[in-house]
Nanobody, 126 residues
Framework: QVQLVESGGGLLQAGGSLRLSCAAS????????MGWFRQAPGKEREFVAA????????WYADSVKGRFTISRDNAKNTVYLRMNSLKPEDTAVYHC???????????????????WGQGTQVTVSS
């Protein structure tokens, strides 16, 4: 497993932008597929985005497609989530996750990941 620490959350108005970061420990970061999930109060954890080991492929939830961008820098052991045009419904705790699987048809499923960060709060006011 890998240790993950998120940062970059905050409170902002609708229409604003944020960039979340997730720093990973260890020397094998580039061997993990990385994902971002979010969880709002009283709701289940929801898939946001995922990126393959080299960054060559990405996936997004329909609710964030065109507004959010996932990227990674393997030299810095960090995965990012750029969030633009934020809406109040984007309010949640955002978690990054790591999967040792090289392939999956279910990157949207939390069960594909075996390492999780504690999360960073994003609050969007209307």
């Amino acid at each position: 497993q890998v240790q993950l620490v998120e940062s970059g959350g905050g409170l902002l108005q609708a229409g604003g932008s944020l960039r979340l970061s997730c720093a990973a420990s260890g020397r094998t970061f580039s061997s993990y597929t990385m994902g971002w999930f979010r969880q709002a109060p009283g709701k289940e954890r929801e898939f946001v985005a995922a990126i393959t080991r080299t960054g060559g492929n990405t996936w997004y939830a329909d609710s964030v497609k065109g507004r959010f961008t996932i990227s990674r820098d393997n030299a810095k052991n960090t995965v990012y989530l750029r969030m633009n045009s934020l809406k109040p419904e984007d309010t949640a705790v955002y978690h990054c996750a790591a999967s040792p699987k090289p392939y999956s048809s279910r990157w949207y499923s939390p069960s594909e990941y075996d390492s999780w960060g504690q999360g960073t709060q994003v609050t969007v006011s209307s």
